[in-house]
């Protein structure tokens, strides 16, 4: 597609109900990356994709969250248990070649997540 | 911490004023270094990156940045804003063989008319 594409919107869910977020990379793109914006914490790393493989899990905050990638393309971000701490609005970026420090990050819209 | 700062949170201008957004990054070693602009509603977008060469970085939009090692800055600046520059500026830094961007608080940016 012409850019990153991430669904839902916006997400409201109950404290402790499980949320699947997903993101779309642009076609070709190689690398791909999960952050969240929250009042608190501003912009936040989450997790780094290569390909299907996740070499930089550093930013995920808790076990309760986690990722997947699959045939390179799309990815799916899991937080279970979800804690109104977790209400922020999640972004997915992708980049064209390996990942490299100097690539550029392109970033889709978000999903603006909400616990209840 | 070694962090990104940005002591700029929100700023006001009148149009055609000129604008200079302060960045500065405590991290060691060799950085790359970027602003993003996020306007009303829109998604995070590019101004413009250094990583090597010319510290002077020219950007969209009639931005550019000014790379100062020995001040470890990376300062924007527009010379004339205009009402559309109404935004968020992050101010980011990738390390050198890491690929996760760190990003500043960001400052807003109102430009009246």
């Known amino acids: 597609g012409a850019g990153v594409s991430q669904s839902p919107s916006n997400k409201v869910t109950e404290k402790g109900k499980d949320v699947e977020l997903r993101c779309d990379p642009i076609s070709g793109h190689t690398a791909l990356y999960w952050y969240r914006q929250s009042l608190g914490q501003g912009l936040e790393f989450l997790i780094y994709f290569q390909g299907n493989s996740a070499p930089d899990k550093s930013g995920l905050p808790s076990d309760r969250f986690s990722a997947e990638r699959t045939g390179g393309s799309v990815s799916t971000l899991t937080i279970q248990r979800t804690q109104q701490e977790d209400s922020a609005v999640y972004l997915c970026a992708s980049s064209p070649r390996g990942g490299g420090s100097t690539d550029t990050q392109y970033f889709g819209p978000g999903t603006r997540l909400t616990v209840l | 911490a070694q962090s990104v700062s940005q002591h700029n949170h929100h700023v006001i201008l009148s149009e055609a004023a000129s604008l200079e957004l302060g960045c500065n990054y405590s991290?060691?070693?060799?950085?790359?270094l970027f602003w993003y602009v996020q306007y009303p509603g829109q998604h995070l977008q590019l101004l413009l990156k250094y990583f090597s060469g010319d510290p002077l970085v020219k950007g969209i939009k009639g931005f550019e940045a000014e790379f100062i090692k020995s001040k470890f800055s990376f300062n924007l600046r527009k010379p004339s804003v205009q009402w559309s520059d109404t935004a968020e500026y992050f101010c980011?830094?990738?390390?050198?063989?890491?690929?996760?961007?760190?990003f500043g608080t960001g400052t807003r940016l109102l430009v009246s008319p």
């Open positions: 991290y060691g070693g060799t950085v790359n």
């Open positions: 980011a830094v990738t390390r050198a063989g890491f690929q996760k961007l760190v």
